[in-house]
Nanobody, 120 residues
Framework: QVQLVESGGGLVQAGGSLRLSCGVSGSIFIFSVDLMGWYRQAPGKQRELVAAITSGGSTNYADSVKGRFTISKDTAKNTVYLQMNSLKPEDTAVYYC????????????WGQGTLVTVSS
């Protein structure tokens, strides 16, 4: 069994920073983690991509977070991070980690979600 374990959400004032972490945890052998990313879902809205990073290190960001958020990874730990700076109230959402990986078969995993609340 394999799962994603997230941490780092919380309450912060506008202009502040938070760092989210997401690691692949489990007892199966993982050949490769091809893509990891962060999505978010605000109340009453659809889930949207925030940032993603490939195994080669290429990154992609939503326009709304460019210049404020940075995605990075630790390949050895199969862990992805999202550094969020200059947070705005509109960044308030549940943030979900996502990963596409090769184990005994191709797997796409979702984390349980972590709440980020930005107060004005």
């Amino acid at each position: 069994q394999v799962q994603l374990v997230e941490s780092g959400g919380g309450l912060v004032q506008a202009g502040g920073s938070l760092r989210l972490s997401c690691g692949v945890s489990g007892s199966i052998f993982i050949f490769s983690v091809d893509l990891m990313g962060w999505y978010r879902q605000a109340p009453g809205k659809q889930r949207e991509l925030v940032a993603a990073i490939t195994s080669g290190g290429s990154t992609n960001y939503a326009d709304s977070v460019k210049g404020r958020f940075t995605i990075s990874k630790d390949t050895a730990k199969n862990t992805v991070y999202l550094q969020m700076n200059s947070l705005k109230p509109e960044d308030t959402a549940v943030y979900y980690c996502n990963a596409a990986l090769q184990a005994h078969r191709y797997l796409e995993l979702w984390g349980q979600g972590t709440l980020v609340t930005v107060s004005s």
